[in-house]
């Protein structure tokens, strides 16, 4: 385990935590340049990003990792770039269209012509995507971790030097970010020659690459469709129907990103590596039950008392770290704790269904949670309160994990069950 597992992990992890302390202590210096209103018209912007960013490969990146061959895997991963590329071109001309003809949906209208950026960064986030996933095929850990840091250190400069310069302020944060993560792809870029990749893959290999990894498109893509969506609610729909100030959006925004960054960091890098593991262990026959059950307690008591003092104390916090028109953040803060702390171990786990095929359950439960999250969030429009409508979003959301732990148990105990007949 601490070979196979925890090395690779500690990798990730140290190149995870430097890339996001970066962005994490930027905030230090933005929410100084840039108002609560800049920062809610970006999340607003991005929102729609994370929504779009499924489509542009719709998960085909998941596949390398899992390949029977490096042959495939080069296949594969040729066929996400190439559906990468058009998918975001698409983009592009539907937006230019919208624009044209003044039809932008929701709060996108009132940010215009910056939404020409919004194809870029799909485009970006989705090679990035599939480098990443092929790079993790081979254990290329430290690779991810430089793209990762460049990411994020490029955004983070980008986007200080942006909001100094008054003529190009209003765009500082989407166009700082466009730029950032186009600049993650030059190391992945430089160091692809260094795989054993095949340049000689056909355009029918490819194909028959794409109609075995169908599950990806048809299940993952669609499950992790509805999961982006229902998670940018309040930011696509919420903020239009309640008609919600854009320097609320930008506090619930400033504490959704201190608490759900510092976990998808975590997230991220235990599910690459937990990926390969899975993956390995179920080709060789081998219980997925203890190592699954150990990694998740140990990761959520380990946890525990960092959510609990974060709790205690963060309006002093968020007045002290980012300055007191930032005080306002923390009713979302706690609001949003609980469902991190839970989110924290689950998301981690994501790598189970994967590896069983049981990409069909997740699909079901990703519909249960919206149902969840379009109750939870009527309720608060209904009574005209944005607080109050995101406490019942974050309850309704944990809620759902904890189910979705329930059934990852299940599934573990059938696998490890099989192996003993």
Not at 46 to 60: D, G
Not at 347 to 352: D, G, H, K, Q, Y
Not at 368 to 397: E, H, T
Request: with cysteine; hydrophobic share 50%; aromatic share 14%.
């Amino acid at each position: 385990m601490k070979s196979r597992l925890l090395k690779p992990l500690a990798t990730l992890l140290s190149g995870s935590v430097l890339a996001q302390g970066i962005t994490l202590l930027s905030y230090l210096i933005l929410t100084r340049i840039y108002s609560p209103a800049d920062f809610g018209v970006f999340n607003i912007f991005y929102s729609y990003i994370e929504v779009l960013i499924i489509l542009s490969t719709c998960k085909y990146e998941l596949a390398p990792v899992i390949a029977d061959s490096d042959r495939e895997a080069s296949a594969i991963y040729r066929f996400s770039l190439k559906l990468n590329t058009t998918v975001s071109l698409s983009i592009f001309v539907i937006i230019i269209i919208l624009n044209l003809f003044h039809c932008l949906p929701g709060k996108l209208l009132s940010i215009g012509w910056i939404t020409v950026l919004i194809p870029f960064m799909v485009f970006f986030c989705g090679t990035t995507r599939v480098y990443a996933a092929l790079f993790n095929r081979f254990r290329k850990f430290s690779q991810i971790v430089w793209s990762d840091t460049s990411i994020s250190a490029g955004g983070a400069l980008l986007k200080i030097a942006l909001g100094f310069l008054r003529p190009l302020h209003f765009i500082g944060l989407p166009l700082g970010t466009v730029l950032g993560q186009a600049a993650g792809n030059i190391n992945y870029l430089i160091n692809l020659h260094k795989l054993p990749l095949q340049k000689d893959v056909s355009r029918d290999e490819c194909l028959a690459a794409a109609r075995k990894f169908r599950k990806f498109p048809l299940f993952t893509a669609p499950k992790d469709f509805i999961d982006s969506l229902s998670s940018n609610l309040p930011f696509i729909w919420l903020a239009t129907a309640i008609a919600v100030p854009d320097s609320q959006i930008g506090l619930y925004g400033l504490a959704l990103t201190f608490t759900f960054r510092p976990v998808n960091v975590f997230n991220i890098a235990a599910e690459r590596v937990l990926y390969v593991e899975i993956d390995e262990r179920l080709h060789n026959r081998m219980p997925l039950g203890h190592l699954i059950t150990r990694f998740a307690l140990t990761v959520s008591l380990a946890s525990l008392p960092v959510f609990a003092l974060l709790y205690l104390y963060a309006e002093p916090l968020f007045s002290f770290v980012f300055g007191s028109k930032w005080a306002g953040s923390a009713p979302f803060f706690h609001a949003l704790l609980p469902w991190m702390w839970i989110l924290l171990a689950a998301n981690s786990l994501l790598a189970i269904p994967y590896a069983l095929s049981k990409q069909q359950g997740e699909f079901y439960f990703s519909l249960v949670s919206l149902l969840l999250r379009v109750l939870a969030l009527s309720i608060g429009i209904l009574r005209k309160d944005f607080l109050l409508a995101i406490q019942l979003y974050a309850a309704a959301s944990s809620l759902v994990i904890i189910l979705r732990l329930v059934w990852y148990g299940r599934l573990l105990h059938r696998h490890d069950q099989s192996l003993r007949q």
